[in-house]
């Protein structure tokens, strides 16, 4: 008899055999012994997880004569057609090959037929992802309307190319990674029937390499029995899988714990001598950082090791794009030496007459907060000195205040500001806007308004101050802003951006600083007052109310 591979030797063919997919298997089970088989089903998950072999056992244990708790007997002849794929019943297709219109209304409407020999009649569909839209469109027509004793089964590695369409009408089943120990047991109980003596460290290269994967564990292990001399061993498995012996992994990351940049890349060139893959050489110098983090009793500190992650991850992108693998690995390497000791190099290299200056100027800078904490709760019991400053001698905002603003230049705009030049820059702030092409700065501009204008200003509030600052501190957005309205309004108006809040108090200030500077006739008081009242409504509209006590 011809030789078979092991992935197809010791392939599931019970529930029960299924390995690392309990939940799966259980609730298919269940779903036989209490005859509720729906007509469709989508399994998802990572390759050679068993997907199809669940497939398969599902189509033999809902067809067996003789299942017992939802498992195949596997003796009949229903069970031994349906393992060998000779049951006209039950259709396996490749949707990487089939994935046509043609090919799905074909199934449309051969599965109008009932089934010749089996009571169900079993399409499993792998890699359905593959299939077109127009595909999908004649199986989602097919779904909807699903002719009795007809079940279908779904396989895919990638359900996100799924349509949502297909996937609401399906009973939808996740087989998750298998566990690199799981994956070992079952590699072990394989070489126990197969009578083949091993090294367990070997089992565990293997095992790790797979990354979830029976079905690449079982090759891998088929490739190193090939290999072996009659038993496998460590080196056989490091061979056939390019992994990294622990040992080498082991003086590469004491050489770079040393700063020893010339013996970490001498050691990387034995590892690629032996012709072992630097991408895969990187993966495994991660899993051993992130081993050496979940290890309490390492003698490295965590903050290296994750400067080292990090250096790692970034060259392992660079090391998949490009062909000169082996030099990015050496650059990685270099890197990862030089790290530490620069760092300490610049520790190093402060003198200590600095050292203490750097600590007087902490002290001084402590004693700075408190004196600004101490005229902050001055300041607050103190509001009505705020209220007797000229508008010249309020270069900035208050120091109780987190926002800083040039006043100056408010006040300048104030002093310059007309309602018919805020009328007409709030007529044309809708299509400025709306003519912004960056979305990032329309959200800026969006729910404001201007609030005071002039030809040579316009003041704008935003809701909070962060808002503000970051149109104050971007140039193109204010260049833009200021050519618009200059082809709209005739006026090109450098735009001045404040939040709501500081807004309200400059124009109170503002208005506060007038009447305070107006000279005041006794005998007059109604007049001044509407002089007031009037300058305000020039200055800021409508928006003005007049209260009279």
């Not at 298919?28 to 997880?49: C, D, E, M, W």
């Not at 498992?71 to 349906?82: A, H, L, M, V």
């Not at 309602?419 to 979305?439: G, I």
């Amino acid at each position: 008899m011809a030789y078979q591979a092991l992935y197809r030797k010791y392939r599931s063919q019970r529930f029960d055999e299924m390995v690392g997919q309990e939940v799966v298997a259980t609730t298919l089970k269940n779903a036989i012994v209490n005859q509720q088989i729906s007509h469709a089903y989508l399994f998802s998950g990572p390759r050679g997880t068993g997907k199809t072999s669940a497939a398969k056992i599902f189509a033999k244990a809902i067809n067996c004569p003789n299942q017992v708790d939802g498992e195949p007997c596997n003796n009949c002849f229903i069970c031994d057609s349906i393992t060998k794929g000779s049951l006209d019943d039950v259709i396996e297709l490749d949707a990487a090959s089939n994935n046509g219109v043609d090919e799905i209304r074909e199934i449309r409407d051969k599965s109008t037929y009932a089934a010749s020999q089996a009571t169900y009649k079993v399409y499993i569909i792998d890699e359905v992802h593959m299939l077109s839209t127009g595909a999908f469109n004649a199986l989602l027509k097919t779904l909807e309307e699903p002719t009795e004793n007809v079940v279908f089964v779904l396989a895919t590695t990638e359900l996100q190319k799924i349509p949502a369409t297909i996937i609401s009408r399906v009973q939808r089943f996740a087989f998750k990674s298998i566990t690199t120990a799981d994956i070992r047991g079952y590699l072990a109980k394989v070489l126990a029937d197969e009578q083949v003596d091993f090294e367990g460290k070997a089992l565990d290269v293997i095992a790790k390499s797979a990354e979830g994967g029976m079905r690449d564990a079982l090759s891998l292990l088929d490739q190193a029995l090939s290999f072996s001399a009659g038993q496998l061993q460590e080196e056989d498995a490091l061979l056939v899988t390019g992994s990294i012996a622990a040992d080498a992994l082991v003086t590469y990351v004491q050489a770079l714990a040393a700063h020893d940049e010339n013996e970490a890349l001498l050691e990387l060139d034995k590892i690629f001598a032996e012709g072992k893959n630097m991408l895969r050489f990187t993966e495994d110098l991660l899993a051993y950082f992130r081993d050496l983090l979940l290890d309490t009793a390492t003698s490295f500190d965590r903050n290296q090791i994750f400067k080292w992650i990090d250096i790692a991850i970034e060259s392992l992108k660079t090391i998949k794009e490009t062909t000169q693998t082996k030099i990015a690995a050496d650059v990685m390497t270099m890197r990862l030496a030089q790290e530490a000791p620069l760092q300490a190099a610049r520790s190093a290299e402060i003198p200590a007459q600095l050292s203490a200056e750097i600590a007087q100027l902490k002290a001084e800078i402590a004693q700075l907060k408190a004196q600004v904490t101490s005229n902050q709760s001055q300041t607050l019991t103190q509001p009505e000195k705020m209220l007797t400053q000229t508008p010249k001698t309020l270069t900035k905002i208050s120091v109780s205040k987190k926002s800083v603003f040039n006043k100056d230049l408010i006040y300048k705009a104030l002093a310059e500001a007309t309602n018919d030049a805020r009328k007409a820059v709030l007529s044309a702030w809708p299509e400025l806007v709306a003519s912004v092409s960056k979305p990032a700065d329309r959200a800026l501009l969006n729910n404001t308004a201007p609030v005071a204008a002039s030809e040579n200003f316009v003041v704008v509030t935003f809701p909070h101050e962060n808002l503000a600052k970051r149109v104050s501190e971007n140039a193109d957005l204010q260049l833009f802003c200021g050519n618009l309205l200059s082809s709209i309004v005739g006026f090109s108006p450098e735009i001045i951006a404040l939040a709501e809040p500081d807004w309200q108090e400059v124009r109170s200030e503002y208005v506060t600083s007038l009447k305070a500077e107006k000279p005041q006739e006794e005998e007059k008081p109604a007049e001044a007052a509407d002089e007031s009242i009037n300058l305000a409504k020039e200055l800021f509209g409508e928006k003005v109310i007049e209260i009279n006590d």
